[in-house]
């Protein structure tokens, strides 16, 4: 329903068939629509069995791979040691009942959140207008609307849900996605995660705050540790992607 109403949203703002591209731009589309869907619906079966802050530091082991692999030195054995500790203390503990569950889909977005990264790289690449997106969610949409559909049933017509559809569809799909491709157009793997860092930390504090779920100082521990990995590993691949430029090109830049 969100990647729904968010690819009708963009289809009215900003149609993708006014872009002129051509043929592999649109599988680009097609692939992320494809990675989205998937995405989306891991997160969500993960946080319906296990706390939000839990599952997305636990998802969090995508982009701080990337960031780790856009490295490449000594130190990221350091960082990789301490984001598996913190994602062990947190996965460990909850591998009974639907937590296990949980912790797998969230292991499983982890790994279409890697996707994404360069996925939205080559679609930010291939459609320079940003209208990429639109079409993308419209995929998305159509693969997730007969599931949704299925559970939903008729409760999904009702007004009040069709209106909190469509705001969480602007403010969790339209606007952040947007956002993260146009950052991806400009910035490296690394500095994206340096910026998605503090997402498990914001995450436990959403939980707790608006869903009332309280967390064991172990896992705030734990959190911490993936928030600190994630951080030092994507600056030291921005620092060693910087000492590799030109020094011409680093004084223009600065």
């Known amino acids: 329903m969100r990647l729904a109403f968010g ?28 990675v989205l869907a ?57 591998l009974v009942a639907d937590d296990f569950v949980g912790v797998a889909f969230a292991l499983a977005a982890g790994g279409f959140w890697v996707v994404y990264i360069l996925q939205g790289t080559r679609l930010g690449a ?28 008729a409760s999904l017509l009702e007004p009040w849900v069709l209106g909190a559809g469509l705001v969480v569809a602007l403010f969790s799909a339209v606007i952040p996605y947007t956002l993260e491709l146009a950052a991806l157009r400009r910035l490296p793997p690394g500095a994206y995660g340096v910026l998605t860092s503090l997402e498990p930390a914001i995450a436990a504090l959403v939980g707790l705050v608006f869903l009332g779920q309280a967390l064991e100082p172990a896992d705030g521990v734990a959190i911490l540790f993936v928030v600190v990995a994630s951080a030092g590993a994507s600056l030291e691949g921005v620092r060693r992607r910087r000492s590799a430029l030109p020094e011409e090109t680093l004084v223009v830049a600065d």
């Open 126 to 153: 291939a459609w320079p207008d940003g209208r990429g997106l639109g079409a993308a969610m419209v995929v998305g949409g159509v693969l997730l609307a007969v599931p949704a559909v299925v559970s939903g049933g």
């Open 7 to 34: 690819a009708a949203m963009l289809a009215i703002a900003r149609p993708a068939w006014r872009s002129r591209v051509g043929p592999e731009a649109w599988r680009a589309a097609i692939l992320f629509g494809v």
């Open 38 to 94: 998937a995405m989306n619906t891991s997160f969500y079966q993960a946080i319906g069995r296990i706390p939000l802050g839990v599952a997305v530091t636990i998802e969090f082991w995508g982009p701080l791979a990337v960031a780790v692999l856009a490295s490449r030195r000594l130190l990221d054995l350091l960082w990789a040691f301490l984001a598996a500790a913190g994602i062990f203390i947190l996965a460990g503990g909850r």
